[in-house]
């Protein structure tokens, strides 16, 4: 009997055991999957529970068994929401309900879960031994590494600012904003989806929302109806002008009267193939000049959500800078902070909205440290997640484990949605339980 140990239970995790689970010659497999969270599928990205945060991706494109489409919305018409169509975009919360009853519907006396959190992985004997944080150790003959880098960066942010109560350093931590005051202006750095997240909560009458980011530019909206497809792009790939020419083709879509969003979507599905194609110069051009650009257009908005923030900006109540924190002090409600344009702000709470940081060479957590040490497992590209091969197994391959979702981004750019966690999953699946 094969004993898989994945380490991490939000979406990626859970995905990679139901696929697991579901394999026809799965009654050979025993599964441990390892994570301290009370739940299991959520994850950060799903276990909100204020319905204003909603999906990005229609309900219809997210079932967990892609051979059942409507999957996820039957569950909607069946859990409060009879009304769901595949096009509508629903609490993300759902999603993270939806998800956990996956997992209970598909577990067994196969399945241990382990609610404790995993702090290295080293070689035993043929297989592997995952150490736990209370002393406890799990033997496996395989790993799965679903324990995405979920934490965001604070390097930006002033010494004063990061050791004060007045700073939020990650709004996603369970009672991160409970201490939050009704009253005062608040500042969010970071553009993105989780400032339209944070935005959408921490509205209240008379409060003013700052939201810095160095380019100013929010992600844009999913059309109500989606926009007509433009053709895909047929350019070669010549190494040293991957980029330059997958830019000019949403140019040339731009000028002739098309959407950069149905662009970057006809470009997705190649998206991998692209970003291998490119030199170490063209992924960091990449990462400089165009990746603001290419993240506005892919991780759009849901059309209520994007209503909700254009109201909020035209009535003043949210407004957006082009700038960078450049200095913080201690003021009466919190901290006066200095912006790169020169405007000063006082602000109740500073609040962390950057979003994940993928350089896995940076965290604290024991866990990818000891691993990088040990020589187990790589930085992935630009020290973008971690190295794999094309199926996913961790380099240098000499180790039974494998990986999903946002740790494969150096070698692919495009891995963090459910869909591309979905198909990573079930090859994984393939791989590990045949």
Known sequence: MTHVAVVGAGAAGTMAALHLLRRKD????????????TGTGPGVPYRTADPRHLLNVPAGKLSADVTVPLEFVKWLGNNGLPGAGPEDFVPRGLFGRYLSGEFEGARDDRVTRIHRRAVAVTRQGDGL??????GDNVQADAVILAAGPNIPGTSWAPTWLRDSTVFVDDPWRPGA??????????????????MADMACTLRSPGRVVHAISRSGLLPRAHRPRPSSP????TFTMDRGHVLERSVRYIQDVIAE???????????RPRAGVLWAGMTVDEHEQFLRKYRRLWDIHR???????????????????LRIHRAELRDSAASGVGARVTLSTGQVLDVCRVINCTGP?????TGTDPLWSRLLASGLVRPGPLNLGLDTDPDGKLAPGDAPMWTLGPLRRGNLWETTAFVEIRAQAEGLAALIGS
């Open 26 to 37: 799965s009654r050979a497999l025993r599964l441990s999957l390892i994570d301290p969270e």
């Open 129 to 134: 031994s995952v150490a736990l944080g209370n």
């Open 177 to 194: 904003l409970d201490d939050i005051p009704e009253g005062g202006d608040l500042l969010l750095v970071g553009t993105g989806l989780t």
């Open 230 to 233: 433009v053709s895909a792009p």
């Open 257 to 267: 009267g098309g959407d950069a969003c149905a662009a970057v979507d006809a470009l």
């Open 299 to 317: 991780h759009r908005m849901a059309p209520q959500t994007a209503a909700r923030i254009d109201d909020d900006i035209a009535d003043g109540a």
């Open 357 to 361: 940081q993928y350089d896995i060479t």
